[in-house]
Each structure stands twice: as structure tokens, then as C-alpha cells.
């Protein structure tokens, strides 16, 4: 089992026109040979936006998009009109053999976590799909995988959500996992470290039990482990 925990404080940050963006991998500018990914995991962007800033109209092929709202509303269009994603809602798009979309902040600021996914086949239809705040109920809930929204890479499954203070979290073994604290705070197993907001988890085998030391906003990725690691970086638009 291997366990590394990457500092908010470490990621890469993008900062113009109104957008504040960490990413957790190589990114854009931001390169990195031995931070390229993690798994199918090609891009991890915590984007805070100033009111109605973003990404206006822009195009994409051959990746799995997955939006997180945590803070204010995004405003995603695209060619099947547009969602309103407020806190706690989540959205998973295939761009397929191409897609174009804009991602706006609306009236306040906005905080959105975008997770871009590798794909197990390139091209194909492009398809959208998302679940809003009320129905994803309490806790820590699967949103992409199964039962959930569906993704275009096979065994991949997100829970996303609150862990109550004093609540533990465990990651199964046999799998790769990728956590992202929004908010609150997690102790590891062995007490030795604490993950506080913007902090990152990466464990390839189980994990577990980790505690929550406040009410907690997490992000949890569990990929499949014969994913193979991608090999060069990604460039883009978020």
C-alpha cells in the first residue's frame, strides 16, 4: 500500500481574469514530469470564481468531465441548454468526438472542483448528465459510478458530500483512491498528519480508518487498479 499526502499549499495556482485555480496535476502552463496524474486522473482543478467570471465558450474532445459545485452557482451551457448547479450538485459530461461549453459563475462568488478523466474509448457520442444538491441526501454519497452518473472509464466511482465531525472513513483495498478535502478536516490512520481544506489524499491499496475532526467536504475518487498512468500532461481550458 502506498499513501502520499499532497499540501493545498503545494498545487499549482492559475490566477487572471477573475479565476483563482489550484490544480492537483500538471496543467496548462504548470508542468510536472512526475505529477501528470494519477490513474485515469489526467486534471484536478479547485476553480474559485469572482461573480459571473469563468470559462466562456470552449471546446473539448476525448475526455470525461466531471463539475463539483461546493460554493455559489456555475452556469454550464452547452449545445443541450443550460444547468444551473448550485452547492453540493454535480455534473459528468463525455465531450466524446467533440463538444463546445462555457462555465460561469453567477451572481456571487463561486468555488467548483472539475475532475478530467481519460477516457476508455476515444470518440463517440457526447452526453450530459447531473444530480442537483437535494437529491444526493446525507453523508457521502456516490454520484458517478454505480448507480450513479454515468463515466466514460469502467470501475470508476466518485462519492462526494459531508462526513459528519468524529465520523471515520475507510478506502478499500485493491483499488487506487483520490481524496480532496473542501472543507473541515481528516486525520490519517495513524495520527500523524491532518488534512485540512485544499489538502489531497492518493493511495494506491486501502486506507482507513480516517477520522473527521470537523464536519467535513470531501471528494473521493476510487479508480480500478489496472488503469494505467497517463503519459504527458494535459493543456487547456478547464
Known sequence: MSLVVYPGSERFRTREDGRDTRHSFSFGRHYHPANLGFGRLIALN???LAPHAGYPDHGH?????VTWVVQGALHHTDADGTAILGPGSVLAQSAGDGIRHA???GDGPTRFV??????????GAPSRAHVRAPELGEGLVRVVGQGGLPVGVRGAELRAGTLPEGAALELPDGYRHHLLVAGGGLTLPDGSAALADGDALRASGGCGPLHATASSLLLVWTLPPDTKEPGTGTAGAT
Not at 61 to 65: A, F, H, K, N, R
Open 46 to 48: 479547485d476553480d474559485r
Open 61 to 65: 474532445s476525448d475526455i470525461e468531465i
Open 103 to 105: 462555465e460561469l459563475a
Open 114 to 123: 472539475q475532475t478530467w478523466l481519460r477516457p476508455d474509448s476515444p470518440g
